[in-house]
């Protein structure tokens, strides 16, 4: 079902002349495609699951993410602006965003369900929700969550 939403979505974007969305659904199809060829060469011989590529989108935009807190610090807003452009772009192909009040309710049911109680058990708690909600929530939000929650 993707595959399908990028190309309506490319045909689109090269329709309305939107150069933007035209080379980052590119990217994101030719990060498809190379997951593809990974699992064929594997002997899997199936592509990426849905929990697979909703992890792939994630870190695309974890990736812009971090980029556009370089590209500020050091002044480059324009660059700042492009990334956040490509951000929007990723995101059409996520699933639903949990709020702020779904995030923290998953946060607290995963610490419950595994029992930490220490800052430092914060990696096994953001792994589960990675499990849990792959592409659902901002991470980082959930990590600061967590912290404060274990802290």
Do not use: W
């Not at 974007?13 to 990060?31: F, G, H, M, P, Y």
């Not at 592509?47 to 480059?76: H, K, N, T, W």
Request: net charge negative.
């Amino acid at each position: 079902m993707l595959r399908e939403q990028l190309n309506a979505d490319l045909k689109d974007a090269s329709e309305a002349d939107d150069k933007r969305a035209v080379a980052t659904i590119r990217l994101i199809q030719a990060a498809l495609q190379e997951r593809d060829l990974q699992a064929r060469n594997g002997g899997d011989g199936e592509g990426p699951s849905d929990e697979e590529l909703a992890a792939m989108l994630q870190a695309m935009v974890d990736q812009r993410c971090a980029c556009i807190r370089r590209y500020e610090e050091s002044g480059q807003l324009d660059l700042a602006a492009r990334e956040s452009e490509e951000i929007e772009v990723i995101k059409r192909f996520l699933p639903p965003q949990l709020d702020d009040a779904e995030c923290a309710s998953a946060v607290e049911q995963v610490i419950d369900d595994l029992g930490a109680e220490k800052l430092k058990e914060t990696g096994r708690v953001i792994t589960e929700l990675k499990h849990r909600y792959p592409g659902q929530m901002d991470f980082c939000k959930a990590r600061r969550m967590v912290c404060r929650r274990l802290g």
